[in-house]
């Protein structure tokens, strides 16, 4: 088994700051890639970013130079760190990681519980 514990959400005031965290532990053979997505009320799950085990990162558009990703692959730990935040930015954040459980086990994806990121304006 798999569990993602994440942590860091709340509420901040517009133009604050938070730093979501995700820990995978369990069955971890390899991590392929960790990220966020976010849920807002009435609207569908979206990326917020996502970052290879590798390096390289992708943003949603909406994030570009305000978020920043990052990844310890040593603590299968995972990072964003939110600044300028907005009222757009209200939404559940959900960790992400894309594993495998053994070397004979495909790639898979787990999802972490979520956490709640408000900004009052």
């Known amino acids: 088994q798999v569990q993602l514990v994440e942590s860091g959400g709340g509420l901040v005031q517009a133009g604050g700051s938070l730093r979501l965290s995700c820990v995978a532990s369990g069955s971890i053979f390899s991590i392929n890639a960790m990220g966020w997505y976010r849920q807002a009320p009435g609207k569908q799950r979206e990326l917020v970013a996502t970052i290879t085990s590798g390096g390289p990162t992708n943003f949603a558009d909406s994030v570009k130079g305000r978020f920043t990703i990052s990844m310890d692959n040593a603590k299968n730990t995972v990072h964003l760190q939110m600044n300028s935040l907005n009222a757009e930015d209200t939404a559940v954040y959900y960790c992400?990681?894309?594993?495998?459980?053994?070397?004979?086990?495909?790639?898979?994806?787990?999802w972490g519980q979520g956490t709640q990121v408000t900004v009052s304006s």
């Open positions: 992400l990681v894309k594993l495998r459980t053994s070397r004979w086990d495909r790639v898979r994806d787990y």
